[in-house]
């Protein structure tokens, strides 16, 4: 079944403790993007990535890192959460750049900072 | 400043009646403009894309228009069903760039 996968779905952490949210899809997409999303403020993109080796910044990557080593997966990386990040993330991909194609959605990660 | 406004946060419609959602853009000139379903706790579901030149793209109920002298995107579910009960989002690209930026979405409901 062609899908995006994250993992963990659900993740409750503390100030300061690095966390790693895995995205992995299984279509051989070339572009895969982080998104954020906030009462109010809707879907952010944290940060995107055109193909493997290649990232760029979204609107709101303060706090973020992402790596883009291999084609299927594009994990997110909170070197030092904080509450401000507590949120619902997601990862998409689409077979090329997001404008013109469709983008496939993963499940969605809900993640909490105290 | 660049603004992508959808119509009223929640809308009601009765079943069986057109549900029409508006997408307005401010400072941006889109190639493309898509429209998402989403629904409580998932992650987006692509519905529908339509380029700047054409005026209006159709799909089983769903209709989409598109008017860049306007700047707005309507999105049509004609026939209503409570199943189309759902938050409904709009995101474009600016001169097709890499980047797609999404609305707030309109929280739909269809009243049986």
């Known amino acids: 079944e062609a899908q995006v996968t994250q993992n963990p779905r659900y993740l409750i952490t503390v100030t300061g403790k690095k966390l790693t949210v895995t995205c992995s899809q299984n279509m051989n997409h070339e572009y895969m993007s982080w998104y954020r999303q906030d009462p109010g403020l809707g879907l952010r993109q944290i940060y995107y990535s055109m193909n493997v080796e290649v990232t760029d910044k979204g609107d709101v990557p303060e706090g973020y890192k992402v790596s883009r080593k291999e084609k299927r997966n594009f994990p997110l990386i909170l070197e030092s959460p904080s509450p401000n990040q507590t949120s619902l993330y997601f990862c998409a991909s689409s077979p090329r750049a997001s404008f013109n194609n469709e983008q496939f959605f993963g499940p969605g990660t809900r993640l909490t900072v105290l | 400043s660049q603004k992508i406004e959808q119509n009223s946060e929640a809308l009601n419609i009765q079943e069986g009646k057109t549900a029409t959602l508006t997408c307005n853009y401010t400072n941006y000139s889109p190639a493309y403009l898509q429209w998402y379903r989403q629904d409580p706790g998932r992650g987006p579901v692509f519905l529908l894309l339509?380029?700047?030149?054409?005026k209006e793209k159709r799909k089983e109920r769903l209709k989409v228009t598109f008017d860049t002298t306007l700047k707005q995107s309507l999105f049509h579910i004609t026939a209503s069903q409570p199943a189309d009960s759902a938050t409904y989002l709009c995101a474009l690209d600016n001169f097709g760039n890499e980047k797609l930026t999404f609305g707030t979405g309109t929280r739909l409901t269809i009243i049986p």
């Open positions: 339509i380029r700047e030149n054409e």
